[in-house]
């Protein structure tokens, strides 16, 4: 969550004043501009050391935990605003952590690379897994465990009864709402139970 364009497209989703629960939230940049520019307060849960210590160092509220081990800690509709930018493509039980996203949050957005835009297609094609910049790594290197697309979010959506508010793309920070599977490197869906 670097780019600052694609940071403040995700901060539009959510309501000023929320409070907000952050999966998987890195250094805790997405936190601080919430807090900042939105007055939102809430959590971050990080399991990088590193990435913990750079939260505290900007005053987020982090908790370390490994998401692949649930959020139990948490009740029933504790938070506005459930976010998983850029998480859901390293976890194990991807489907798991969804549904507690679901059953956490009163609202859930999830973002992550987009398998189905155009290049990475062409680079199948031509019998090699795409390297580019929203996906940086060599197949044997990359810290992702599962590949997906937005028309693979949104039939797991329905499967597991979430209702979708909104589910658009981005690409180079701007909003891309035709065709987004095909001309978007990110995939963005919003939705709640």
């Not at 810290?143 to 180079?172: C, K, W, Y």
Request: charged share 20%; net charge positive.
């Amino acid at each position: 969550m670097s780019d600052t364009r694609m940071l403040e497209a995700i901060a539009s989703l959510v309501h000023r004043g929320s409070r907000v629960l952050d999966l998987g939230c890195g250094d805790g940049a997405l936190l601080d501009h919430l807090r900042a520019e939105r007055a939102c307060s809430g959590y971050g849960v990080e399991l990088d050391d590193a990435n913990v210590q750079a939260c505290v160092r900007r005053g987020v509220n982090v908790i370390q935990l490994n998401l692949d081990q649930g959020l139990s800690m948490f009740g029933d509709q504790s938070f506005d605003v459930v976010l998983q930018i850029d998480t859901l493509q390293h976890l194990r039980n991807a489907e798991t952590v969804l549904q507690e996203t679901a059953r956490v949050g009163r609202t859930g957005i999830v973002a992550f690379p987009n398998f189905a835009h155009w290049p990475n297609r062409l680079s199948v094609l031509a019998g090699r897994m795409p390297v580019t910049r929203r996906l940086p790594y060599q197949w044997y290197d990359t810290p992702n465990i599962r590949v997906g697309t937005l028309a693979d979010l949104e039939v797991l959506a329905h499967r597991m009864g979430l209702r979708i508010q909104d589910s658009f793309g981005l690409h180079q920070g701007r909003v891309v709402r035709r065709w987004p599977n095909l001309w978007a490197s990110t995939a963005v869906l919003k939705f709640s139970r």
